[in-house]
């Protein structure tokens, strides 16, 4: 690591190597002990020398305290968890209840995504949306509340059962929904078109 003397870099792989190995930073004594420093303070020399650099941290008056702190933490950007309610059909409209499974951690920064407590997520079932890279497994991030635009991808309730499709507005028309796959059909309301959420985020599925 760049600004450490070579011992300095063995203490803290010696460190590093004993939290992976049993969970707990070792002592000064051990770190003595390991080296064969001649006291406990050369021990503890190096290791003020690190903190010093900002590879390690404790703390004070506190035994077997010794953290080590990553180099790309500084990098780290603000982490949102979104709750998941269940499936959304990517295909049919289906009119099964929704559940909460959980939720999903994501980087709001990268993604785009407002701090807001309008913010949901749902996992796709289905193939009627491939044509805008939504696959099945995948978890789309909504907001509630949004008013869609053209082209937007919403899950919406039509003629009361959910589904997620491409928002239609054309001009003097009724909205519709449309899907991503010539295999399926556009999708205009008998009697109603409620917006739940239009997508903000899609977190990929990972191929197992």
Do not use: W
């Not at 709001?108 to 939504?134: E, N, P």
């Amino acid at each position: 690591m760049k600004g450490l003397t070579k011992r300095q870099q063995q203490v803290l792989d010696f460190i590093r190597d004993t939290v992976q190995g049993s969970g707990i930073p070792p002592s000064l004594r051990e770190i003595c002990d390991h080296f064969g420093f001649r006291s406990v303070k050369a021990a503890s020399d190096h290791v003020s020398a690190l903190r010093r650099k900002g590879v390690l941290a404790a703390r004070s008056h506190q035994a077997r305290s010794l953290q080590i702190i990553s180099p790309l933490q500084g990098l780290r950007k603000p982490v949102k968890d979104i709750p998941v309610f269940g499936t959304i059909p990517a295909g049919p409209p289906d009119d099964r209840l929704q559940e909460a499974e959980g939720c999903v951690s994501v980087d709001i920064d990268s993604l785009g995504v407002k701090r807001s407590a309008r913010t949901f997520a749902l996992r796709v079932k289905g193939d009627s949306m491939i044509g805008r890279h939504i696959c099945q497994g995948d978890i789309v991030i909504l907001e509630h509340g949004k008013n869609p635009r053209n082209g937007d991808v919403v899950a919406a309730l039509i003629d009361n059962e959910s589904t997620l499709k491409t928002f239609v507005q054309e001009r003097g028309k009724p909205a519709h929904l449309k899907a991503e796959n010539p295999r399926y059909s556009k999708l205009r309301p008998a009697a109603e078109l409620v917006i739940q959420g239009v997508m903000v985020g899609l977190v990929r599925k990972g191929k197992g």
